[in-house]
Every structure is written in structure tokens, then in C-alpha cells.
């Protein structure tokens, strides 16, 4: 066995790979055993799916994942095949949820000040399906106007007094994700000179 709890497998003096202990035991291995190719391959095949079923929980457990996220993690050590798996078999034991995600993400932005528009596009970026993020987004009620006069009054004010000023802090506040026409009430009322817009 090695330092690190696997058995080592040898042909004679050479060594082949190690695999671990369920691994070990589900195929019976014992010293003197005769393994063909087919064999091998099997083996090295399971022992680096349960590595990657290890390694998958070891993400989990630092944070949450969305399914595709935990999956490109995965494919930077472990074949297409071996990372999909894994996450397939994390999900059937109910540690991965892509829509128990989506919705603690949104929580987590929505409370960062992040605007609706700006969530939709982080979790499209994380490939949650469109159709949760319409049932997550939609479950959220917010006025995002009082935000965007925080906005404005707090890290824009400067802009403001800027030639263009309005304009450019409704492009950048349109940018955030905010929608137009909460950005023109919040700015003036129902007008801001020089700017044209369609309500969303």
C-alpha cells in the first residue's frame, strides 16, 4: 500500500499504477493475480472515477457548484468521460442542485447590490439552464430603483457634474444590468436630456 492509502499494482518489478481501496477489493485483487490488458484498463478506468468522485466532493465541500462549473473542474485533471461521471454520480446522491444553486447565488449577488440583470448573466456564465434562472429570477421581488439612487448618489455623484455626466452614468448603470427605465426615474423623474430609451 502506498503512503497515500492506494495499492500499488506491478507486473514483476514494474510498476503499473496504483488504484484505491474500494477499488481493490469490488475486483479482488490478491498478490499473484494474473490481469490482461482488458483487466488493467477496467481497473485504471474505476480507480480514476472514484478519484474523481473524491475530488468532486472535495469541491463541494469548500463550495457550492453548479453542475457544468464542477464539471469543467474536473476535466482539467480527469478525461470527458471520467469528470462527467463523477458529477453525474454526486447529483444522483443529491449533492449537486442546479437549481438549490442558482437560487443561493442570486440570494448572494442580490445582497452584494448586484442588479437582476447582472445575476441572470452570471449564472447564464455558469451555464445554469435558462429556464431555472426565469423560475429563480422571477421568484425574487425587488425595486431596484432605491438601489440605483444609492448608486447614483454614492459612487456616481462625481460623474454627474462631468460633461455628459448623466449620460455616462446611465450607460454605466445600464451595463450593471439595471433596466432603463429605473435608471431615467432614479436620474430625473421621468427625463434625462440627451437620452433616448424604449421601456423594458
Do not use: W
Not at 469490488?26 to 468522485?53: P, T, V
Amino acid at each position: 500500500m502506498t503512503k497515500k492509502g492506494r495499492y500499488a499494482l506491478f507486473c514483476g518489478e514494474e510498476f503499473l499504477f496504483s488504484v484505491d481501496e474500494n477499488t481493490y477489493a469490488d475486483f479482488g485483487i490478491h498478490k499473484g493475480m494474473d490481469l490482461d490488458d482488458q483487466d488493467l484498463a477496467e481497473l485504471r478506468k474505476n480507480s480514476e472515477y472514484r478519484k474523481a468522485l473524491n475530488k468532486a466532493f472535495t469541491y463541494l465541500g469548500i463550495r457550492d457548484h453548479s453542475g457544468h462549473e464542477l464539471y469543467t473542474k474536473l476535466q482539467k485533471t480527469y478525461d470527458d468521460e471520467t469528470a462527467a461521471q463523477a458529477v453525474a454520480r454526486v447529483r444522483e446522491l443529491g449533492y449537486l442542485d442546479d437549481s438549490g444553486f442558482a437560487r443561493r447565488y442570486a440570494e448572494e449577488l442580490l445582497g452584494k447590490g448586484k442588479s437582476l440583470g447582472e445575476i441572470r448573466r452570471r449564472l447564464a456564465d455558469k451555464r445554469i439552464a435558462r429556464d431555472i434562472i426565469d423560475e429563480v429570477l422571477d421568484g425574487i421581488q425587488t425595486d431596484e430603483r432605491p438601489l440605483i439612487s444609492e448608486l447614483i448618489s454614492g459612487k456616481y455623484a462625481g460623474k454627474l457634474s462631468s460633461e455628459n455626466g448623466r449620460q455616462k452614468v446611465y450607460a454605466a448603470l445600464l451595463r450593471r444590468g439595471f433596466r432603463s427605465s429605473d435608471i431615467i426615474a432614479a436620474l430625473n423623474g421621468s427625463e434625462v436630456d440627451g437620452i433616448e430609451y424604449t421601456e423594458d
